[in-house]
C-alpha cells in the first residue's frame, strides 16, 4: 500500500540503459524491479547493522526478541498489550480532535477577523509544550484529561501551520473562477477553500500524527499514572533495559506506518480524483 | 492556412447589418497600481470601447496588443474582477435592458489556462455551477448532457480534469460559461501555445457557439493577429502612445479599431483568400505592432 509519506516525484529523464547507473543517477530511471531490488537491499544493510553493529548502545535483535516475550508476559500495567493500547488510545483522540480543531481553526483563516489568532496559534509551534505545563496542571486533572489537552494542543500548533499553508496555496485564479460563474462567498468558501483541499488536508494529519508519536512519549513521561509506552520507555530507560526501548520503538514504528497508510486509503476512497491528481 | 477550415463562419453578408442598442460601453477607464517604491504604475489610461448589438448577428471582437499592453488588466475590469481607478464599465444583459455598471458574475470568463473544479468530474463541472445560480439540478444535469454531447465530450463526462487534453479542458471551460446562460463571454488567449490545426478548430467552436443566440458576444483576448482577423467583425488594438524619443508612455488605451463589418471581412469563410485580409494583417503586423 502506498503510503502518504512525502516521495520524490521523478520527472522524465533518458535512460542510459544500464539499471546500475540509474540507481546512482540524479533521478534516475529506475523501474519498479530495480527499485524493489534498491528497497531490498537497504533493508539487507539495516539488518546486517543491526546484526554485527559495532554499538553496544544497541541491541541485538535476539535481545529484543525477548524483550518482547517479557513485555508479553508481564501482568497488568506493566504488560505490552496494556501500554500500547494507552498509547494508542491517547494518538486516536489526540489526532481526532487536534484534526478538527486545526481545520476550524485553518479554514477561518480566510475570514479577516480569524487571522490574528490563526497567526497566533502558528506562533505558538515554537514554545515547548513543556512551557504549558502549569496552565494544563491548573485546567485539567493529571492523567487520562491533561495526556489528551497536551498533545492535542501541541500537534494543533503545528497542524494549523501546515493546514494553514495548503488554504494559502490555492491559486487566485480558482477564486475567480467561482466569482466570475457567480458564485457567493459561502459557495466559494466551500467550492474553493474546503472541498478540494480536504485531501492534502488528510496528507497534513497523516504528517502531523507522526509528530504526535515524538509528543506521546514526552507528554507519557511528564505524566506517567496511566502507562503508556511513553512512561514505560523512560521507566526502562532509567534502568538501562535497552532491549525493552528498542522493542517499544519498534512498535511506535509498526503503528505509525498502519496509521499513515489508514490514513492514505482513506484520503484515496473519499477522494478518488487525488489518486490522479498524485500522478499528474 | 485555407478556406476550408472556417467554413463553420456563415457566408457574406447582403448588406450591411443594422447596429441595435448598446451591449457593454467601456468609457476613460484608468488602472493604476501602486508600486512599492511609492511610484504608481499606470496600466490603462483612457481605455474606451464599445460594442453593439450587431441585428442577426453575434457579436465576436478582439481586443489585440503585444505583451504587456494591458489586455489582461482591461479582462479584469471587464469582468468586474477588479475595480478601475477611473472611468466606468457599463453592460446590458439582454434586449430591452438598461446599461448599468458591470458586477463580477454578469460576464462569463474563459481564463487563460482553463481553471476548473479539479475535485469534480467533467459532468459536475458543468453541474454545480448551474445548480449554484438556482437552476433546477435535473435541467442542469439534461442541459450538461446535451452540451457535452454537443461538443463530443461525452465519453469525458465522468473524467475528472486533471486527465484531459488542453483543447478538451478549453471546451469544458467554455460549456461551463454556457451552462448559466450567459451572453457576454471572455476568451483569454484561446489561441495561446495551440498548433494551426488546432487553432482553427478553436475559431470554428467559438464561431458555432457565437451563432446560437444574436445576443451572444464574445470578447476575445489575444495577441494572434490572423486568428483575430478571422473570426472577428471588430478588431480593437491596444497599446501605449509613444513620447518624441519613441519611448512607450505608460497607460494603454485602444489605439485604432478596425470594423471589419466595414471592410467586408466579417463572417465570411474564405477571409484570408481575400486581399484586403492580407493588407489589414500586413499592416498590424509590420507597422500597428511594433508601435504598440
Redesign the interface.
Known amino acids: 500500500m502506498e503510503t502518504s509519506a512525502t516521495s520524490v516525484a521523478t520527472p522524465p529523464t533518458n535512460d542510459s540503459g544500464y539499471p546500475l547507473r540509474e540507481m546512482v543517477r540524479v533521478y534516475g530511471a529506475v523501474g519498479g524491479f530495480a527499485r524493489s531490488h534498491i528497497v531490498i537491499g537497504w533493508i539487507v544493510l539495516f539488518l546486517l547493522v543491526w546484526f554485527f553493529n559495532p554499538i553496544k548502545a544497541m541491541p541485538y535483535p535476539s535481545e529484543v526478541l525477548r524483550a518482547f516475550q517479557r513485555m508479553w508476559n508481564a501482568p497488568g500495567s506493566s504488560g505490552l498489550v496494556y501500554n500500547v493500547y494507552v498509547t494508542l488510545k491517547l494518538n486516536i483522540v489526540g489526532v481526532l480532535i487536534s484534526s478538527v480543531l486545526s481545520l476550524l481553526i485553518s479554514y477561518l483563516a480566510v475570514i479577516p477577523l480569524f487571522q490574528p489568532f490563526n497567526k497566533f496559534i502558528q506562533w505558538l509551534r515554537y514554545i515547548p509544550i513543556v512551557g504549558f505545563n502549569l496552565v494544563f496542571l491548573t485546567l485539567f486533572a493529571i492523567g487520562w484529561p491533561m495526556k489528551v489537552a497536551m498533545l492535542t494542543t501541541g500537534m494543533s500548533f503545528f497542524l494549523v501551520t501546515s493546514m494553514t499553508s495548503v488554504i494559502a496555496s490555492i ?1 487566485r ?2 477564486y ?2 467561482a ?5 457567493n462567498d459561502w ?1 466559494v468558501f466551500y ?1 474553493v477553500v474546503v ?2 483541499t480536504l485531501p492534502a488536508m488528510i496528507d497534513m494529519i497523516a504528517q502531523n500524527a507522526a509528530m504526535g508519536w515524538v509528543m506521546i512519549t514526552a507528554i507519557e513521561t511528564f505524566n506517567r499514572t496511566e502507562g503508556g509506552i511513553g512512561s514505560q520507555i523512560y521507566a526502562y530507560t532509567s534502568t538501562n533495559q535497552l532491549a525493552e526501548v528498542y522493542a517499544y520503538l519498534l512498535i511506535i514504528g509498526v503503528i505509525a506506518v498502519i496509521e499513515d497508510g489508514l490514513l492514505s486509503l482513506i484520503k484515496r476512497v473519499l ?1 478518488p ?1 487525488s489518486l ?2 498524485e500522478r ?1 | 492556412m485555407t478556406d476550408n477550415h472556417t467554413d463553420c463562419i456563415p457566408g457574406p453578408l447582403d448588406q450591411m447589418p443594422a447596429r441595435l442598442e448598446t451591449l457593454l460601453h467601456i468609457e476613460k477607464v484608468g488602472k493604476e497600481f501602486p508600486m512599492n517604491d511609492g511610484s504608481t504604475f499606470v496600466a490603462l489610461k483612457d481605455f474606451s470601447l464599445e460594442i453593439q448589438n450587431i441585428k442577426d448577428k453575434p457579436q465576436i471582437v478582439s481586443l489585440l496588443g503585444p505583451s504587456g499592453s494591458g489586455k489582461t488588466t482591461a479582462l479584469r475590469i471587464i ?1 468586474g ?1 477588479d475595480k478601475p481607478t477611473s472611468g466606468c464599465v457599463l453592460i446590458t444583459n439582454g434586449e430591452g435592458q438598461h446599461l448599468r455598471p458591470v458586477r ?2 454578469d ?3 474563459v ?1 487563460q ?1 482553463y ?5 469534480l ?1 467533467v459532468l459536475h463541472n458543468l453541474i ?2 448551474a445548480v ?2 438556482g437552476m433546477n439540478k435535473d435541467e442542469a444535469k439534461e442541459k450538461a448532457l446535451r452540451l457535452l454531447d454537443e461538443f463530443d465530450l461525452v465519453k469525458q463526462g465522468l473524467a ?1 480534469p ?2 484531459l487534453s488542453g483543447g478538451q479542458r478549453q471546451r469544458v471551460a467554455i460549456l ?2 454556457l451552462m ?1 446562460d450567459r451572453h457576454f463571454i471572455i476568451l483569454d488567449e484561446p489561441f495561446s501555445g495551440l498548433d494551426p490545426v488546432n487553432i482553427l478548430n478553436v475559431i470554428k467552436l467559438i464561431s458555432n457557439i457565437a451563432h446560437q443566440h444574436t445576443l451572444n458576444t464574445f470578447l476575445i483576448i489575444t495577441h494572434d493577429v490572423t486568428s483575430a482577423l478571422i473570426i472577428s467583425d471588430h478588431l480593437y488594438l491596444l497599446g501605449r502612445e509613444r513620447d518624441k524619443q519613441g519611448e512607450p508612455i505608460q497607460g494603454s488605451k485602444v489605439m485604432k479599431v478596425y470594423d471589419l463589418i466595414a471592410e467586408g471581412l466579417a463572417y465570411r469563410s474564405d477571409v484570408e483568400d481575400l486581399p484586403r485580409f492580407v493588407e489589414i494583417r500586413k499592416e498590424i503586423r509590420l507597422v500597428e505592432f511594433p508601435k504598440l
Not at chain 2, 115 to 119: K, M, R
Open positions: 491559486p485564479m480558482k475567480e473562477l466569482r466570475v460563474l457567480g458564485y459557495h467550492s472541498r478540494p477522494f480524483y490522479v491528481a499528474a | 469582468a474582477l463580477v458574475g460576464v462569463g470568463v481564463f489556462r481553471p476548473l473544479f479539479e475535485d468530474n454545480d455551477p449554484r445560480s475528472w486533471l486527465q461551463q460559461q448559466l
